[in-house]
């Protein structure tokens, strides 16, 4: 069988003989394609060279399709519709949508983020699963080989491939329970200090954000405990005399639970920004469009609920 290099066949062709075999007309098959009987005439020609064959053969009142013409129609009418839908952006309906969306994000922000998010699938796309995995060392990592959809962090530099946009701001406040003795007086920095500490650590080592800015004052504390997440910490706060400094979002979560009380720490801890990154890959994927979307709003849900809160 002669075999055919595509690479010296104009494709455009193709569409004008879909539109030549359906008028069955040069003039109109040129009115329907846009361009001169001329043109479309001289399309023709190439056809029947390609094709081996008249394609529109003389008949009585005008042309009637060849033998080979009748056979290729119902060919080019699917080949046709297949490269439209591939050309096509692939839907997407949030409300019909299945699967799981795979999501990195360390624990501290996932408890309170979380919540709002879910809230927004449940409205929007009540089939979609969640899974929360955290970044550990290797988020970037994970989101260029495709094993997460994206990342939610604290994200100062991104490589070439990994978009991000901010996400909210966050500011750290020190959590204690409701009962606790230190809150008879005046939280200030020497009294902070004497108290004893939780830290929550994924790696259970190294400084956290805290004891990096006291010793940057030439200053330290006690770090009594740590815990590998939020609920342990909380748990343990709630029943002993240490204290926690973390994320006001999660603060005012805790708070709500009525056996904490939140204050702001004794010095300047300053802000951090919480962003959302993904591979450029997904950048215009409406599926990814969307999650983006409804994370973004899912973060904003949980600041305006603080700040009404605060």
Not at 284 to 303: E, T
Request: some cysteine.
């Amino acid at each position: 069988m002669l075999e055919v290099d595509i690479r010296q066949v104009d494709l455009n062709l193709l569409v004008a003989l879909e539109a030549l075999l359906d008028e069955r007309n040069v003039t109109r098959a040129a009115h329907r394609l846009g361009m001169s009987q001329p043109a479309a005439s001289r399309a023709l020609g190439r056809l029947r060279t390609l094709f081996s064959d008249a394609l529109l053969a003389d008949g009585p009142g005008g042309y009637v399709l060849s033998a080979r013409a009748e056979q290729l129609r119902p060919m080019l009418r699917r080949i046709l519709a297949g490269i439209g839908e591939m050309l096509e952006a692939s839907p997407f309906d949030p409300a019909t949508a299945t699967g799981r969306i795979r999501l990195l994000m360390p624990d501290l922000q996932a408890a309170a983020l979380t919540p709002h998010l879910l809230a927004r699938l449940a409205r929007e796309a009540p089939c979609l699963d969640l899974d929360i995995v955290a970044p550990g060392t290797n988020g970037i990592e994970a989101l260029e080989q495709g094993a997460a959809d994206a990342m939610v962090a604290l994200i100062e530099e991104a490589p070439a491939g990994i978009r991000r946009r901010r996400l909210y701001d966050e500011e750290l406040v020190t959590l204690m329970r409701a009962q606790h003795p230190a809150l008879a007086e005046k939280l200030t920095l020497d009294r902070f200090l004497a108290l004893e500490h939780i830290v929550v650590s994924v790696t259970g080592v190294g400084p956290a954000p805290v004891d990096a800015v006291l010793a940057q004052m030439g200053r330290t504390r006690r770090v009594k405990l740590r815990v590998p997440n939020f609920f342990a910490a909380v748990e343990i706060a709630a029943r002993s005399d240490l204290v926690m400094t973390l994320p006001s979002s999660l603060a005012r979560a805790a708070a709500e639970m009525r056996r904490f009380v939140s204050l702001p720490p004794p010095f300047d801890l300053g802000r951090f920004t919480m962003s959302l990154a993904w591979h450029a890959r997904q950048q215009d994927a409406p599926r990814h469009i969307w999650l983006r979307h409804a994370i973004v709003a899912a973060a904003a849900d949980m600041s305006s609920r603080t700040e009404a809160g605060s």
